[in-house]
């Protein structure tokens, strides 16, 4: 069983801006990946990031990052340069690798303000 | 490639009455996912299918919902009857088998709103 544990209901940054969304999480499994989900306002759920446990490098992507600590099974989401697109809920999730189901966090909501 | 395809997008209907949400999920992928959202309760998964066959329907909340993977490329999921307690956003998503390695890819949802 996996578990996903998100504490920010509410984040807020300026344009521009940097901004780090937390999400810790709890397995038993060595197998696992962790991902990060976008959904704006029009409820498309978006990939934004994923990580493999077994790596331990940091996943980029553009201007979003993660800081992966295993040790202390911490997985944030660091937005760089922040923009009006960025506005949007942000689910932390993750997979163990024997099982094919993403168990997700309760979100949390981005703004972004001039 | 046209992405996982949701039908209807909008769903109002009357306590009592039958529901059935539609799910096309990409061409290839071989799991496929049946996911629920509400403000209380958050993202649940109801059930997930692989290669046509259900794996996992623990999530399914009662009696009433249903679904079905006829074929690769078509999946429902069906209430009968509907309470309003059901109106969420209903997801479909759909992955290859190693699900992990790429993550899901999600369908547009289809709020449901039982009067």
């Known amino acids: 069983a996996q578990t996903v544990t998100q504490s920010q209901p509410e984040m807020s940054v300026q344009e521009a801006e940097t901004v780090t969304l937390s999400c810790t999480y709890d397995?038993?499994?060595?197998?696992?990946?962790l991902f990060w989900y976008k959904q704006p306002p029009s409820r498309q759920m978006i990939l934004v990031i994923r990580?493999?446990?077994?790596?331990?490098q940091n996943a980029t992507e553009n201007r979003f990052s993660v800081n992966f600590q295993k040790a202390a099974k911490s997985f944030s989401l660091k937005i760089s340069d922040s923009q009006l697109g960025d506005a949007a809920m942000y689910f932390c999730?993750?997979?163990?690798?024997?099982?094919?189901?993403?168990?997700f966090g309760t979100g949390t909501r981005l703004q972004v303000t001039l | 490639d046209a992405g996982v395809i949701q039908s209807p997008r909008h769903e109002v209907t009357e306590m009592g009455q039958e529901v059935t949400l539609r799910c096309k999920p990409i061409s290839g992928h071989n799991s496929l996912f049946w996911y629920r959202q509400t403000m209380m309760r958050g993202l649940e998964l109801l059930i997930y299918f692989n290669n046509n066959v259900p794996i996992d329907d623990s999530g399914m909340p009662e009696d009433r919902f249903s679904a079905k993977m006829p074929n690769a490329s078509f999946s429902t999921l069906k209430i009968q009857p509907s309470e309003p307690r059901d109106s969420a956003v209903y997801f479909c998503?759909?992955?290859?088998?190693?699900?992990?390695?790429?993550?899901?890819?999600f369908g547009s949802g289809t709020r449901l709103t039982v009067v």
């Open positions: 999730a993750g997979m163990t690798g024997t099982a094919s189901k993403l168990t």
């Open positions: 998503a759909s992955s290859l088998v190693k699900g992990a390695d790429y993550g899901y890819t």
């Open positions: 990580q493999e446990a077994y790596k331990q």
């Open positions: 397995t038993s499994e060595s197998d696992y990946y």
